[in-house]
């Protein structure tokens, strides 16, 4: 069974609205969907904007629904020239840029009790995902997403989390879902089509954004899952 979660309802309704046999448990004020995907066996949860819901929407679904393999799928905004809104990020790896305990010798970013920084996503999932995203034409880069409960939105934040990470695109739950992933040894992936970039407008782009991003995911669960 593949899990599919998503911070909001734009991002996962595409795929929900597809799913056959469906069935809806409410665990913690959240909806996780069970079903079909052309033919394959899927649960979609929307787990609400943040890495606290996203974390105990995964932990749930990990304990309640048995997942193999865990996709974050949504919007997310670039961190880099060459990606343009409705362009897609795909994480390499995870980093959650508001982990902060520098004042005690860490460095920046350090993930406390697993001493990691960044966080690698399976790369049998992004391989078929890139592969996805080669055959629809649209453009895509391969890097790390950088996670914060913050909207960024100044260029001045903007460009420290790209120096500081290395990363080309920020967004509010994938590196809580890895983290969590992680630590229940679940495979996991990260997809994000941009919804804002210098000068974009998230409110008016942020619906076809994602769009693309699950599109992406229906292709790769109609092939590889």
């Not at 997403?145 to 939105?153: E, L």
């Amino acid at each position: 069974m593949t899990g599919i979660i998503c911070a909001m309802t734009i991002e996962a309704e595409g795929i929900i609205s597809e799913m056959e046999n469906k069935e809806v448990t409410v665990i913690s004020g959240i909806e996780y969907t069970v079903g079909k995907l052309y033919g394959k066996d899927v649960v979609v949860a929307v787990c609400g904007v943040g890495k606290v819901f996203a974390a105990a929407c995964t932990q749930t679904m990990i304990l309640k629904f048995a997942p193999t393999e865990i996709i974050n799928v949504g919007v997310a905004g670039s961190l880099v020239a060459d990606l343009k809104v409705f362009d897609v990020a795909v994480a390499r790896d995870l980093c959650q840029h508001d982990m902060d305990t520098t004042s005690i010798g860490d460095p920046i970013g350090l993930l406390s009790g697993i001493k990691k920084v960044k966080l690698p996503a399976c790369e049998r999932i992004n391989k078929a995902l890139i592969e996805c995203l080669k055959s629809s034409g649209l453009n895509y880069k391969e890097g790390t997403i950088a996670s914060g409960d913050q909207f960024i939105a100044e260029r001045e934040k903007k460009n420290w989390i790209r120096d500081t990470f290395d990363a080309v695109a920020c967004e509010m739950e994938g590196g809580s879902v890895a983290q969590i992933c992680y630590i229940n040894g679940v495979d996991f992936a990260v997809l994000r089509a941009i919804s804002d970039e210098e000068g974009g407008d998230y409110a008016v782009f942020a619906k076809k954004a994602a769009e693309n991003s699950a599109m992406i995911i229906k292709e790769y669960i109609r092939n590889n899952a």
